[in-house]
């Protein structure tokens, strides 16, 4: 823009050189003109217009509360990711700590399912049975063989175990060797005890004995439901519970009213075979201690005097401390049992001071094995203990012969003897169970109940003796379960039976009640006398083998007296 006013003046002069005033005037016009022009071609150029902004108090606000919410906003995300990661540290936790305590959970919920399986398991006991036949029985076994109560066509009392019956009782075993520890094996089984209920299944009662502490036996409680029999499928383990030795011992009462030669012979096995190891020519006693206890039942005070002077003197031949007798004078009769219970645990130093009473009669033959079971299977309050004796026949009709060594004749085998189911003078309790039915027992309350339900049952001992009233006692107890099942270990010797029939009776209801009294006797001693096949010979067989029989008899009973 400047080269151009520059050019456009040099050219007006060049042209117009030499003209007058006006010429003059003209050019300084046009110069002033030129110069106008000149100054605006040089005038810089404005600036470009500002807008200045808006600093008043309401924007400054605005801003400041933009900054709040943003500061929220990110304050609020902080916490959320804080949170997540909180929350993802829980679980990571929660997974170690149940990979740590997994095998805690596991024992929890085994105990769960225990105490469910064994409030279910307790539902057969719920009932209270009408009579002692109303009881759903036990049967025993061990690996090999398995003893049952109730007999088949064969009449064998035992039986060995084959087939699908040994797989069982071996799926059994195995399950519950799995809920103990890992020191024990299948040889530390000693036997069991099973009932089937058809509502709710088996129950089994197993019995191991610890391999690292010879006075402690386990006992394993198995419930099996009807729906889980499947072929192969091992029962699931309900219940494990272990029980030590008794610190006190046991204390063994034996009432005796008579019979002194029996009595005899009885503390002869029973020192020997139980209280006492013998080695060599020295006895030494055994542990847990045991403790005899022999109630004179007898109101004759020479007949007391015998029996305490031959207790005294077979026990001091065997240096035997633990051996005491107790007088308990009452008539002997079949109500009689009860009496001489209570005069055994009132005794102080006698057998009934011990924290488990084995109640037997002197008839009976028994091994440690039945006080180790004894004590597996009773618990305070809980559960008492009825063996089964297993009755031996007239060893004449067995073995054909009367003088038969005592190992020859005590083993469970069909053709020498039964289980005597309808025997309840074997019992095993504690001390605390015991003096607390005795003591109800004794009130007239408990008579009078008694009275009531004997007149309205159909069983044809009802109100015979103590021991059954007692049995029946704890049958209706809501809190005990009455484990009745045969011993292996318990026999029971034979002894002749006298039946008289009474003649001189006026009274025609007397004479009733003696003629039912005489055939039960009749009953009772054919029942024991021998197996079919020799009552078969006695009733139906020559004239000749029936005499000698009853002369063998009579030599029998003459020898008793």
Request: proline share 6%.
């Amino acid at each position: 823009m400047p080269d151009m006013c520059d050019s456009a003046w040099r050219r007006i002069m060049r042209f117009y050189p030499a003209r007058g005033a006006k010429l003059v005037l003209a050019a300084l016009l046009l110069a002033l003109a030129v110069h106008r022009w000149n100054g605006r071609c040089h005038q810089p150029p404005s600036p470009m217009p500002v807008t200045l902004m808006d600093t008043g108090p309401s924007k400054f606000n605005a801003v400041l509360d933009n900054l709040a919410s943003t500061r929220e906003h990110l304050e609020s995300t902080l916490e959320q990711r804080k949170a997540q990661i909180s929350q993802i540290r829980a679980e990571i936790e929660s997974l170690k700590r149940a990979d740590a305590e997994a095998p805690k959970q596991q024992q929890h919920e085994a105990k769960q399912s225990a105490s469910r399986s064994a409030q279910q398991s307790t539902r057969m006991d719920e009932i209270a049975p009408v009579n002692e036949y109303d009881v759903v029985p036990w049967q025993a076994f061990t690996l090999n063989e398995e003893f049952r109560t109730a007999v088949g066509v064969s009449r064998e009392t035992g039986a060995t175990l084959r087939g699908a019956r040994k797989q069982e009782i071996e799926l059994v075993v195995a399950a519950a060797l799995k809920s103990l520890p890992a020191a024990f094996s299948r040889k530390d089984f000693i036997d069991g005890l099973q009932r089937t209920d058809r509502e709710h299944g088996i129950q089994y009662q197993l019995y191991f004995r610890n391999p690292t502490d010879a006075s402690e036996i386990r006992h394993v409680h198995v419930m099996r439901a009807l729906e889980q029999l499947s072929p192969g499928e091992s029962p699931p383990m309900k219940s494990v519970e272990g029980l030590k030795g008794s610190k006190s011992g046991f204390g063994v009462v034996v009432p005796v009213s008579g019979r002194l030669k029996h009595l005899g012979e009885f503390l002869d096995a029973f020192f020997e075979l139980v209280l006492l190891v013998k080695s060599g020519a020295e006895y030494s006693p055994i542990s847990p201690p045991v403790r005899l206890t022999v109630v004179a039942v007898t109101t004759d005070p020479g007949l007391a005097r015998q029996i305490e002077e031959l207790v005294r003197d077979r026990s001091k031949h065997v240096a035997f401390p633990d051996a005491h007798v107790v007088k308990a004078a009452v008539p002997a009769s079949s109500s009689s049992w009860r009496s001489a219970m209570q005069a055994a645990l009132r005794s102080p130093g006698g057998g009934g001071v011990a924290e488990t009473v084995v109640t037997l009669d002197m008839d009976c033959r028994l091994s440690m094995e039945v006080l180790k079971r004894c004590q597996a299977v009773i618990a305070q309050g809980r559960r008492v203990y009825w063996p089964i004796p297993f009755q031996l026949y007239n060893p004449r009709h067995v073995f054909g012969s009367a003088t038969v060594s005592l190992e020859a004749m005590l083993k469970v085998k069909g053709p020498s003897g039964f289980w005597s189911a309808g025997r309840f003078s074997a019992l095993c309790i504690k001390r605390s169970d015991f003096q607390a039915a005795l003591t109800r027992l004794a009130s007239g309350t408990e008579k009078a109940a008694q009275a009531t339900r004997h007149a309205s049952s159909s069983s044809p001992r009802a109100g015979v003796g103590d021991d059954l009233e007692l049995y029946r006692y704890f049958l209706r107890s809501a809190e005990f379960t009455v484990v009745r099942a045969p011993d292996r270990w318990l026999f029971r010797l034979y002894r002749p039976t006298q039946c008289v029939m009474k003649k001189a009776v006026q009274n025609p209801d007397d004479m009733r009640a003696f003629q039912q009294e005489h055939s039960a006797c009749l009953e009772d001693k054919a029942r024991h006398e021998a197996p079919w096949k020799a009552l078969a010979q006695l009733a139906f067989g020559s004239e000749d083998k029936r005499k000698q029989l009853l002369a063998d008899e009579s030599q029998l009973l003459r020898d008793m007296l």
